[in-house]
Structures are given as structure tokens and as C-alpha cells.
């Protein structure tokens, strides 16, 4: 009975002292970063987003490294709509991702990439197999169109995208907004004059978010939707009306 106690008593001693030694361990260290990161996304006419994804990825380690996989999660959410204008709260899943493109800049290859669920979010995972040195940089670019992307009213459209976590820290890097042909960003958050957000620093513990309206209607970019302008006017319009009626 004895020798049954002392084994249990050493091997209580031995778990508590691998969990004191994993607390002690560091944290996971990455030494892949994007030294350079350019996010490009095209508002289309027929609703959908053409993305792409231009990055410089380069080992900041000390040893030689292969990239394998890279993830990009992307989510792009539109409102509900009402008699073509969009409502304040209600919010709906996109369309569906169709990859069109995925290459290594430098040698000109393909490289391969498919869309994946991951954790209940959409994500593009690309495969990178050629060891990096310390201090080599492999550039890759990636694109990709996102069905029912954006949200298209009477006068107004919008979009509502997040990017990330990414598989890497973000060095350097932008995302711009092009607008469909013919229409112009009036409203955006965070706000940006140009459509182009500086998004260095966003990486695995984190994601970027934009919320973008486009318009027709050659308004300058206001500090709030300009939907609300249109719902405004509405029920204004009603009240005035009712108003009247009650007058006569």
C-alpha cells in the first residue's frame, strides 16, 4: 500500500511541475510579419467586391522558416433594407467568395488558395512552401471576388467589411475603397477623405473594420449616413402631411 501512496504522491508532484514549467514557457513567437500589406477592394456595379491582396512576407527570424499556411479571414456584411433604403439595425450575411487569382510575385508561379470555415468565419488560406532565410522576402498577391458584398439602395449603397486576424502582424500596410463608376464615398467609419485607411499594426489578435457609403449624388463625405438625410426627409414629410390633414 505504501509504494501505491508514494507513486501517486510523485506523480502529483510531476503535473504540478510541467504546469509551473508551461506558465514559465514564453509566448508562441512568429517570425513571419508582412513588411508590406496593400488591400485593394473595387465596389462593382452588380453588388459584388473584387479584393485584392498584394503582401511582402519577410522572416525576422534567426533561423530559416517555411511559411506554410496563411490565413486571411474576411467578413463583408450588408443591413436589411426597406423600400430600397437601408434600415439602421438589422444586418444579413454576404454572398459566397470565388477565388480568381493566387500567385508568388517573385517567380511568377501559382501558389495554391481556397476558401475555408474557420471558427464560423470565411477565411482565404494560402499555401507557402519555400523556405525563407533570415531576412528573405516572398511577395504573393491574391484575388478574390465577394459576392453581395455591398448593400445597394435607391440612392445610397454601402459596405461593411472586416479584415482579419491575420496569420501575420501587419508592418506596414493600407486598405482602400474604390467606389463603382459614376459614384462617390460620402460617408465612412473610420473616417478616411481619400477611402484609404492605414491598417499597420491589425495581425492575429486583431481585425480591421470599415463601414463605406457610396452614393451618386454628388455629396461631400458627411459625418454620418446619409441615408439618415433620406429617412429624415420621410418622416418629415409624413409629419407634414398629417399635420395638414388635421388642419382641414
Not at 454572398?95 to 470565411?122: C, F, H, P, Q, Y
Not at 482602400?176 to 495581425?203: A, M
Amino acid at each position: 500500500m505504501r509504494p501505491f501512496v508514494i507513486l501517486c504522491l510523485l506523480i502529483l508532484a510531476a503535473s504540478s511541475m510541467m504546469a509551473r514549467a508551461q506558465q514559465m514557457l514564453p509566448p508562441e513567437y512568429n517570425p513571419l510579419v508582412y513588411e508590406r500589406l496593400d488591400v485593394v477592394v473595387r465596389a462593382l456595379p452588380n453588388g459584388s467586391a473584387l479584393v485584392e491582396f498584394t503582401a511582402a512576407l519577410k522572416n525576422e527570424g534567426k533561423v530559416v522558416v517555411v511559411p506554410g499556411y496563411g490565413m486571411i479571414p474576411l467578413t463583408v456584411s450588408q443591413r436589411e433594407t426597406f423600400l430600397g433604403l437601408p434600415l439602421p439595425s438589422e444586418r444579413t450575411s454576404n454572398g459566397s467568395i470565388n477565388i480568381l487569382g493566387a500567385k508568388n510575385l517573385d517567380t511568377g508561379r501559382k501558389i495554391e488558395a481556397l476558401v475555408i470555415n474557420r471558427n464560423g468565419t470565411r477565411a482565404i488560406r494560402y499555401s507557402l512552401w519555400q523556405p525563407l532565410k533570415p531576412g528573405d522576402v516572398e511577395r504573393i498577391r491574391l484575388v478574390f471576388r465577394v459576392d453581395g458584398a455591398i448593400a445597394q439602395g435607391v440612392l445610397f449603397n454601402e459596405m461593411d467589411l472586416s479584415l482579419g486576424p491575420l496569420s501575420n502582424t501587419v508592418k506596414e500596410g493600407t486598405l482602400r475603397v474604390i467606389p463603382p463608376l459614376g459614384q462617390r464615398i460620402t460617408f465612412s467609419d473610420p473616417p478616411s477623405e481619400g477611402g484609404s485607411w492605414d491598417i499597420s499594426g491589425t495581425g492575429p489578435r486583431g481585425s480591421f473594420k470599415i463601414s463605406v457609403e457610396f452614393s451618386q449624388i454628388p455629396l461631400p463625405l458627411m459625418p454620418f449616413h446619409g441615408y439618415f438625410v433620406i429617412w429624415g426627409g420621410v418622416i418629415l414629410l409624413i409629419l407634414v402631411l398629417i399635420l395638414v390633414r388635421l388642419r382641414r
